[in-house]
C-alpha cells in the first residue's frame, strides 16, 4: 500500500477493533461458561473425545447402578445360604448334623422318633431358606427362571419328592449294580447271576432273598422256608427256569430286580431329567453388563462369555442333585428326608422299623450327608469369592466413573485462573483498540489548519 | 503571435482563478462524499493552454508564452486490477460465508455440544439412557414395568430424531426462501446495472463524464461479485458517426469448464450486455434448484438483437494467404457441413450448431493506398427459453445455496457424479445430513427390531418347530442361529469388499472363471482369506433361503417389531429420522421385549427372567456396524460402508463431519475475508478520499487562486504604470 487514506485506515481500525471485540467475546463467553469450546467445531477433536469419554462414563454409571443390584442380590443370596450352611452344619445344637450326629449315637434310641420329626423339620427348613432367598419379585436361587419358587415338594409324607423347578432333585436312577466294566450286571428275577445257577432244581426262598438247589435244600440239617407248590403245598415249588433265566438288574441300595426293560424305560427318562438338571447347572446362564466389556463374538449372536458376568444361581449346585453310586441321593434335603424317614419310623422304644437294614442305611446316609455338606460348604465359599469379585469390581466401576468424569471435565473444562487471565489480555487490548479509536479519529491535518 | 496583447495576462491570471476554484469545487465535493459508500476520489485535469500556431515571420528572439491553465475534466482514479481482485475474492467471500452461515444452521441442530442433561449430549444421552433401561430390563426380566421404561425411553429418543429431523427440514425450507430472496437481490443488481449503463451510456453520448454512476455502478458491481464469480468488461462500442461509448460487459467467470460434454452455450453465459441484461431464474427441488439465464433484454425489456462485428485492417500479403485458403477450403472435399464458403466474396460462415453463427469476410477498399480488412461477425440466436446453467457454472454465494441446498455426500447417485457433478461424492448439504440421520434411525430401527423378532430355539442354538423338535435342512443338520447369522454376516462382508473392491461389470462384478477380480485382476480375498466366488457367494445365498424357508414354514416365530414407520402401524419399511415411531404393538402392549428365544430341551417354558436376548440387545447397542448409503439410496454411487461403528459413534461421526466442514469453512473463511479486506483497503489506498491529502489540494488550491488574483492585480499595476504613467514627461 503506497497510500494511506481516512477511509482505508478506518476500515482497518474498524476491521481490527471487531476482531478484538470478538476475542473479547470469546474470552468471556469462556469464563461464564467454564468451557474450553461452546461448539463441535471449535475443536472437533476434543468434542469427539469428550463425547466418546462422556458415553463411557454414563455406562460405567449405569453399569455400577446394575453392580449395585447384583452385589446386593449376590449379599442377600450369600446371607441366605449362611443360613443354609448354619441348618445343616455347624456347630449349633439345633444343626442337621448335630441332630443326625444324636440320631446315630443316641444309646437307647428313645428318641429317635422325636428326633426324625426334627430332621424333616430341618429339611423344610432349608427349602424354605432357599425359597426365600429373593430380591425384588426375583427368586435368587431359581438359576434364570427366577420368577418361579425354586424347590417344591411333589406327594406327600414320607414318599415327598423334592423338585427343582418342576424336575426331581434325585433323578439319574435307578441304580444297579455294575460290573467293572460300569455294565449293569444282569441278574434273575431273585437277583441272583444265572451263571452260578448249575443245577438241574431250584427252590425259591420264602423271603424272596434268592433261591437254594435242590441238592443244597435236601442237604440241609435245617430246611430253609421255600415257597411251596401251589399244586402241591407239600412240595417246594421247582424255580429252576427262572432262576437261571436272566433279564433283571438288581437295584440299589435295596437289592431288589428290576426287570431290564423296565430298568430301561425308567433309566432312559431319568436321564433325562438328570440332563436338565445338568444343563442348569453347567449350562444355563443369566448374563448382566457389570462393565466387565459387553461384547459378542465376530458374526455371531453369541456372548464372549467373559465380557458379562453369570447371575443365575442354581439351588441344586449348593444342595446337590442326582443320586450318587450307591443310589443314595446327593441332595441334602433329599437326603435328611430320607434319614428324617427312617428315624420317623423308628418304634416308640427306638427300635428301627427294618433293623437289619435301616441301621446300616442312616449310617451311610450320615456319611452322604457328610459329604453333601463339604460340597454346600464349598458352594458357599464359592459365592463368598464372588461377593468378594462383585464388591471389586463395584469399587473399581466406582473409580473409573470419578476418572472419566475427571478425563472429561480436564477436556471441556477451562483452567478459571487461565481463562480469567485471557480474558483480562483481551479486554486489555480492546480497551488500547480503542484507545486508539480516538486518537485515529482526531487527528488530521484539517485540525492544524488556520 | 510571437507579441503578447495588452490585456493577454488578465486571461491567463482569469484562467488560474478560474483553474483554483474547480480545483476548490472538486476538492469540496471529495471532502463532502469522504463518508458516501462507493465513492471514488476525483481530481481535476488540467493542461497548460498555449494558444496560436506558427507566425508567418517568425523571430528567433521571439519568447512563447503559455496562456494559463485550462480545466479539461474530471477523472477518477482507480485502479481496475484491484477491482477484478477484489470481486474474486468476494465470490468465495459470498461463497463460504453463504455455506458457514447454513453449516451453522444445520449445527444448531446437530451440534450436541453443551446440550442436554450435565452437558451430556440429546440423542447422544438419550441412547445411553435407553442402554441403561435396557440393563434394568435385563435385570428385571419378566416384569413389565421396566419393559414399560425401556418403552418410554425408546420413545423419548424416536421423538428426538423426529425433532432433529423436522427442525433439519423446516432450516431447509428457510434456506429455499432465504435463496429465492437471494435471487430476487441479485436480479434487481442486474436491472440496476442494467440501467445504470443506459443512463452512463446517454451522459456518455452527451459528453457527461458520470463519475457517481459509475461509482453506484462500481458498487454494485463488487455486491453482485459476493453473488456469483464474474468477469467485468469494459470496451468501446461505436454507436456511429465516428462515435464511441464505453460499453460494459459482464459475464459468469469460468462457467463451463468442459464445454465438449456440456451445453456450450453456458460458457458464453453473459449477465449484462452493455444496456441488456439477464434476468435469474431459480428452478425447484426436483430441478436441483437449477439456475436458467432468461434472454437478455434492455431497460424496457425488448429482447437483444445479437449482433457483433469487428473489422480489422489486414497487411495485403494477409488478405491474399486468407482468400487462398478460402479456395482451398471450397474445393476441400472434406469440408465440414457446417461451414458455407463463398470464395468468390471472401466470405466463411461456420454455423456451430449451438445457437452461434460466426462469419468472416476479407474485403479490399479500393484507394490510395488501398486497404485490405477482416470482419467477423457474430450472430447469436435469440434464446428464447434462457440458457440452463450447468452444475458448477455458477460460483459465490448462489452457488453456495446450490449446493447446501442439493449435495448429498456420500448418498450420491453414479448418474449425478456422472452427468451433474464429479466430485458431487464430497460435497455435503442438507441432503447429507438428513439422509445420514435417516440412516442412523433406520439402522437402529432394523437392529432392534431383528433383535426382537425370531425363533424358538433349543439351548444349542438349534431352531425348534412347534413340537419342540429340531429343524433341519435338506442335507438332514439342524439349522442353528450361528450358521443363519454366521452366513448372513458373510454374505454382509463379501458384499462390502465387492463394493470396495471389485470392478462394476453391469449389475455384477468383474469375474475372472468363478473369481471375482479387483482393478489388477487379482481375486478378492475376505478376512478368513478365502478367495470370493460368483459360486460361493450363490449358494451362501440360496442355503440362506432355504433355512429362511424352513424357519418361516416350520420355525416358531416370536416377537414383533419396536419400531415402525408410523405410530399407527406396523409397517417397518423405509423408517427414516423423520417417522421413526413405536411400533404400534407395541405400544399397545401387544408386542413386548423378548428377554429370549431359548427353551431348554425337556422344559415346557422359557425361563423367566432368561434374558439373553436382552444381553444381545445391549452387545447390539455397542456393536461396531457398517452403515451402507445403499440402504437409504438404492443407487447410491458409493456401495461400501460409509462408516462402521455403534449408533453412538456414527452420531458422533455425523456431528464430526459437520464440524470439520464448519471448522474448515469458518477458516477458508477468515483468509478470504482477510484478503478482501486487504483488496479493499488498497482500493482505498487509491481511490478514497484522504483528509489529509484533501485539506494539501486546500491549501494548494487556496494559494493558487490567491497567487492568481495577485497576477491579475500586479498585471493591472503594471497596466496602470503602463496606461497613466507613461510618456508624460515634461508634462
Known amino acids: 500500500m503506497i497510500r494511506a487514506t481516512t477511509n482505508g485506515v478506518l476500515r482497518s481500525y474498524r476491521s481490527n477493533l471487531n476482531r478484538s471485540f470478538l476475542a473479547l467475546n470469546k474470552a468471556r463467553n469462556s469464563v461464564l461458561s467454564g468451557r474450553t469450546y461452546n461448539s463441535y467445531a471449535e475443536d472437533p477433536a476434543a468434542a469427539a473425545h469428550s463425547f466418546q469419554l462422556r458415553r463411557s462414563f454414563l455406562r460405567t454409571s449405569s453399569q455400577y447402578t446394575q453392580s449395585s443390584t447384583v452385589l446386593h442380590k449376590f449379599e442377600t443370596a450369600y446371607q441366605a445360604m449362611d443360613r443354609i450352611v448354619g441348618l445343616v452344619d455347624n456347630e449349633h445344637e439345633d444343626s442337621s448334623y448335630a441332630a443326625v450326629l444324636r440320631g446315630a449315637n443316641d444309646p437307647t434310641g428313645s428318641g429317635r422318633a422325636a428326633l426324625g420329626k426334627d430332621i424333616l423339620q430341618l429339611a423344610d427348613s432349608i427349602v424354605q431358606a432357599t425359597n426365600g432367598a429373593r430380591y425384588g419379585n426375583d427368586f435368587l436361587f431359581s438359576g434364570a427362571d427366577g420368577l418361579n419358587v425354586p424347590l417344591e415338594w411333589t406327594g406327600e409324607g414320607e414318599n415327598r419328592v423334592l423338585t427343582y423347578r418342576g424336575i426331581p432333585v434325585d433323578a439319574g436312577g435307578p441304580v444297579v449294580e455294575m460290573d467293572d466294566a460300569k455294565q449293569p450286571i444282569e441278574v434273575n428275577i431273585y437277583g441272583e447271576d444265572p451263571a452260578t445257577k448249575t443245577d438241574a432244581v431250584y427252590y425259591a426262598l420264602a423271603d424272596g432273598s434268592g433261591t437254594i438247589s435242590k441238592t443244597d435244600y435236601d442237604a440241609a440239617a435245617e430246611k430253609p422256608a421255600v415257597k411251596m407248590d401251589p399244586n402241591d403245598t407239600t412240595k417246594p415249588l421247582d424255580v429252576a427256569a427262572d432262576a437261571k433265566a436272566g433279564g433283571y438288574y438288581k437295584l440299589k441300595p435295596s437289592g431288589k430286580t428290576i426287570e431290564k426293560a423296565e430298568y430301561d424305560t425308567q433309566k432312559a427318562e431319568s436321564d433325562k431329567l438328570l440332563a436338565q438338571l445338568k444343563y442348569l447347572s453347567n449350562d444355563e446362564a443369566k448374563y448382566v453388563d457389570i462393565g466387565l466389556g459387553l461384547q459378542e463374538h465376530d458374526n455371531s449372536n453369541d456372548l464372549i462369555t467373559s465380557s458379562a458376568y453369570d447371575i443365575a444361581l442354581q439351588a441344586t449346585d449348593y444342595l446337590g442333585y442326582g443320586v450318587d453310586e450307591d443310589g443314595d441321593p446327593k441332595n441334602i434335603v433329599s437326603i435328611l428326608q430320607r434319614m428324617g424317614t427312617l428315624l420317623q419310623n423308628c418304634g416308640e422304644d427306638g427300635r428301627w422299623e427294618n433293623p437289619d437294614v435301616d441301621g446300616e442305611e442312616y449310617t451311610r446316609l450320615a456319611n452322604k450327608l457328610k459329604t453333601a455338606s463339604d460340597g454346600l460348604h464349598t458352594q458357599h465359599v464359592k459365592l463368598t469369592a464372588q461377593v468378594t469379585f462383585l464388591n471389586n469390581n463395584h469399587n473399581q466401576l466406582k473409580d473409573t466413573a470419578n476418572t472419566l468424569n475427571e478425563q472429561f471435565l480436564e477436556i471441556d473444562q477451562v483452567d478459571l485462573a487461565d481463562a480469567i487471565t485471557s480474558f483480562a489480555w483481551a479486554q486489555y487490548c480492546y480497551n488500547s483498540a480503542l484507545k486508539m479509536g480516538n486518537s485515529i479519529l482526531s487527528q488530521s491535518l484539517m485540525d492544524y489548519m488556520n | ?731
Request: aromatic residues 6%.
Open chain 2, 1 to 731: 503571435m510571437s507579441s503578447v496583447s495588452t490585456f493577454g495576462t488578465f486571461t491567463t491570471a482569469r484562467l488560474g482563478i478560474y483553474a483554483a476554484q474547480k480545483g476548490l469545487q472538486i476538492t469540496g465535493n471529495n471532502i463532502s462524499n469522504i463518508n458516501t459508500r462507493g465513492y471514488t476520489r476525483q481530481v481535476l485535469d488540467q493542461i497548460s493552454l498555449r494558444t496560436g500556431g506558427s507566425d508567418r515571420y517568425a523571430s528567433q528572439y521571439d519568447v512563447k508564452v503559455g496562456n494559463g491553465a485550462l480545466p479539461v475534466g474530471v477523472s477518477q482514479i482507480r485502479d481496475p486490477y484491484l477491482d477484478i481482485r477484489y470481486r474474486g475474492e468476494m465470490s468465495s467471500v459470498g461463497a463460504l460465508d453463504t455455506k458457514l452461515n447454513i453449516l451453522d444452521s444445520i449445527a444448531s441442530i446437530l451440534d450436541e455440544v453443551a446440550r442436554g442433561d450435565d452437558e451430556m449430549g440429546v440423542i447422544e444421552a438419550q441412547f445411553s439412557d435407553l442402554y441403561k433401561a435396557l440393563q434394568h430390563l435385563d435385570d428385571s426380566t419378566g416384569q413389565e414395568e421396566f419393559d414399560t421404561q425401556v418403552q418410554s425411553s425408546a420413545k423419548a429418543l424416536v421423538t428426538l430424531f423426529n425433532t432433529y429431523a423436522s427442525r433439519l427440514e423446516k432450516e431447509k425450507q428457510n434456506t429455499v426462501k432465504r435463496f429465492e430472496q437471494e435471487i430476487e437481490t441479485v436480479n434487481k443488481l442486474l436491472t440496476n446495472i442494467k440501467e445504470l449503463n443506459s443512463s452512463i451510456r446517454k451522459s456518455d453520448i452527451h459528453g457527461d463524464n458520470t463519475l457517481e454512476q459509475r461509482d453506484e455502478r462500481n458498487r454494485l458491481l463488487d455486491e453482485l461479485s459476493q453473488y456469483m464469480k464474474i468477469d467485468v468488461v469494459y470496451s468501446m462500442e461505436d454507436i456511429g458517426a465516428g462515435q464511441m461509448v464505453e460499453k460494459l460487459t459482464v459475464k459468469l467467470a469460468g462457467a463451463n469448464p468442459q464445454p465438449d460434454t456440456l451445453d456450450p452455450r453456458t460458457d458464453r453465459a453473459v449477465l449484462v450486455d452493455g444496456v441488456h441484461a439477464t434476468q435469474l431464474v431459480l428452478g425447484d427441488a426436483a430441478d436441483n434448484y437449477s439456475i436458467t439465464l432468461a434472454g437478455l433484454t434492455d431497460v424496457k425489456s425488448r429482447p437483444m438483437d445479437n449482433h457483433s462485428t469487428t473489422r480489422t485492417e489486414i497487411s495485403e500479403a494477409a488478405f491474399n494467404a486468407a482468400m487462398k485458403a478460402l479456395q482451398d477450403l471450397a474445393a476441400d472435399p472434406d469440408k465440414p457441413n457446417n461451414v458455407t464458403v463463398d470464395a468468390a466474396n471472401g466470405t466463411k460462415t461456420v454455423d456451430d450448431l449451438m445457437g452461434y453463427t460466426y462469419t468472416t469476410k476479407y474485403i479490399k477498399q479500393a484507394g490510395n493506398p488501398t486497404k485490405f480488412y477482416k470482419i467477423e461477425t457474430t450472430h447469436a440466436e435469440a434464446v428464447a427459453d434462457g440458457i440452463k446453467l450447468d452444475d458448477n457454472d455458477i460460483r459465490g454465494g448462489l452457488q453456495a445455496y446450490r449446493e447446501m441446498l442439493t449435495e448429498s455426500g456420500e448418498f450420491t447417485t453414479s448418474d449425478t457424479i456422472a452427468n451433474v457433478d464429479e466430485s458431487a461424492a464430497t460435497k455435503r448439504g442438507f441432503p447429507y445430513y438428513q439422509k445420514a440421520l435417516d440412516l442412523l434411525a433406520n439402522q437402529f430401527a432394523k437392529v432392534m427390531n431383528e433383535a426382537n423378532q425370531g425363533y424358538l430355539m433349543n439351548e444349542n442354538g438349534e431352531y425348534l418347530n412347534a413340537k419342540l423338535e429340531v429343524l433341519k435342512d435338506a442335507s438332514g443338520n439342524p439349522i442353528t442361529e450361528s450358521n443363519v447369522v454366521k452366513t448372513k454376516s458373510q454374505l454382509g462382508e463379501w458384499k462390502r469388499l465387492l463394493a470396495q473392491k471389485g470392478v462394476k461389470d453391469g449389475n455384477d462384478y468383474k469375474l475372472d472363471g468363478d473369481n471375482y477380480v479387483d482393478e489388477n485382476g487379482k481375486p478378492i480375498t475376505d478376512s478368513a482369506g478365502n478367495v470370493l466366488t460368483k459360486s460361493g457367494i450363490d449358494d451362501a445365498n440360496k442355503q440362506l433361503e432355504e433355512w429362511e424357508t424352513a424357519l418361516k414354514d416350520n420355525g416358531v416365530a416370536m416377537g414383533k417389531p419396536l419400531f415402525s414407520n408410523n405410530g399407527d402401524g406396523n409397517d417397518t419399511e423405509g423408517i427414516t429420522a423423520a417417522n421413526i415411531s413405536i411400533s404400534k404393538d407395541w405400544s399397545t402392549g401387544a408386542a413386548k421385549i423378548i428377554a429370549s428365544f431359548v427353551q431348554a430341551s425337556g422344559f415346557d417354558h422359557i425361563a423367566t427372567t432368561d434374558s439373553s436376548n436382552i444381553t444381545h440387545m445391549l452387545a447390539l447397542m455397542d456393536k461396531k456396524m457398517d452403515y451402507f448409503p445403499t440402504d437409504m439410496v438404492g443407487d447410491a454411487a458409493n456401495e461400501g460402508s460409509m462408516f462402521h461403528g455403534s449408533f453412538q459413534e456414527m452420531l458422533t461421526n455425523l456431528q464430526s463431519v459437520m464440524a470439520n466442514d464448519q471448522r474448515s469453512t469458518s477458516i477458508q473463511l477468515n483468509n478470504y475475508y482477510t484478503s478482501s479486506l486487504d483488496l479493499d483497503t488498497q482500493r482505498d489506498s487509491v481511490s478514497s478520499v484522504d483528509l489529509n491529502d484533501e485539506a494539501m489540494n486546500l491549501m494548494q488550491y487556496q494559494k493558487s487562486y490567491a497567487a492568481a488574483c495577485r497576477l491579475m492585480t500586479t498585471v493591472d499595476e503594471v497596466l496602470d504604470k503602463l496606461i497613466n504613467s507613461t510618456g508624460i514627461v515634461g508634462r
